[in-house]
């Protein structure tokens, strides 16, 4: 499967796709502060383990940082 993330594309190995399984791959050390848009819509996170992404979805993950 052939996806958009940030601008940039990405090939999975593998015919079905959940957010979840998606912020596992790409960050398995940060499960928090995690915002997600497919196609230009925000998903909630309570939607992330059952939200199916199809091929040539284009994905915007945001991440929180902290600073000052």
Do not use: H, R, Y
Not at 25 to 36: C, H, R, S, T, Y
Request: aromatic fraction near 6%; charge should be negative.
């Amino acid at each position: 499967m052939e996806l958009k993330i940030n601008n940039t594309n990405k090939t999975f190995d593998c015919k079905t796709l959940t957010i979840q399984e998606l912020i596992d791959f790409e960050l398995p050390e940060k499960q928090n502060g995690i915002a997600v848009a497919v196609n230009q819509t925000v998903v909630s996170k309570n939607q992330w383990t059952t939200f199916p992404l199809s091929p040539s979805d284009d994905i915007l993950i945001i991440t929180a940082t902290q600073g000052g």
